[in-house]
């Protein structure tokens, strides 16, 4: 079965501070995409990989750095929080070709104080 | 936004009716994938249909798409407690980019 995880799965941070969310595949997929989803709304693209080495601006790449250094490993790094980065962020895999499935991790819900 | 409606809407239902959730897009696509979120979870795809299929259906699952009024459906027929979650529709790219819509809560009650 398809597998993604994220790490950690909860994460308190400071204003300024640098936060770094972790995400691994087993499914050896070529791209990996980071999303947030907030509250009442769907999830937007803040960043993605055509595989090692890769990442590629999404919709909402402001304030946000990607970092894929293998095929498996896809970080999102945070390097000065803030307040309105408080959301739940969810990393997922493809094979990057239209019309097949995107799998998804469970999620790491981030609230920046 | 690629999606004509921006809120998140909601719907409750008894145990046993049918029920069909609506997503337009603005933009043009050829696929359309409908998700779906439990709680504390994250999407799972439930069901993708293509330009050439106008209708796909899965169990108790129906989808259509209308290219022509860039609208799709997702209907669940007899729908059961365990079918509460979020509801996602996304319109997807070659280079497997999703774009979500804001998505249907649906609750229902026994």
């Known amino acids: 079965e398809a597998a993604v995880t994220q790490s950690p799965r909860n994460k308190v941070a400071v204003t300024g501070g640098k936060v770094t969310l972790s995400c691994n595949q087993t499914n050896n997929h070529n791209n990996m995409y980071w999303y947030r989803q907030d509250t009442g709304h769907g999830l937007r693209l803040i960043h993605y990989s055509y595989g090692a080495g890769s990442t590629e601006k999404g919709d909402i790449p402001d304030g946000y750095k990607a970092s894929r250094p293998s095929q498996e490993n896809f970080s999102l790094i945070l390097e000065l929080a803030t307040p309105s980065q408080t959301s739940v962020y969810f990393c997922a895999s493809g094979e990057g070709q239209t019309g097949t499935e995107v799998f998804f991790g469970k999620g790491t819900r981030l609230t920046v104080v | 936004s690629q999606w004509g409606e921006e809120n998140l809407q909601a719907l409750s239902i008894q145990e046993g009716e049918d029920v069909t959730m609506n997503c337009s897009y603005k933009t043009y696509t050829t696929v359309v994938h409908w998700y779906r979120q439990d709680s504390g979870r994250g999407p799972a795809l439930i069901i993708l249909i293509r330009s050439n299929e106008r209708e796909k259906r899965s169990g108790r699952l129906r989808a259509t798409l209308d290219t022509s009024s860039q609208s799709s459906s997702l209907s669940i027929t007899a729908a059961q407690c365990e079918d509460t979650a979020v509801y996602f529709c996304?319109?997807?790219?070659?280079?497997?980019?999703?774009?979500f819509g804001d998505g249907t809560v649906l609750t229902v009650k026994p």
């Open positions: 996304a319109t997807g790219t070659n280079t497997g980019k999703l774009t």
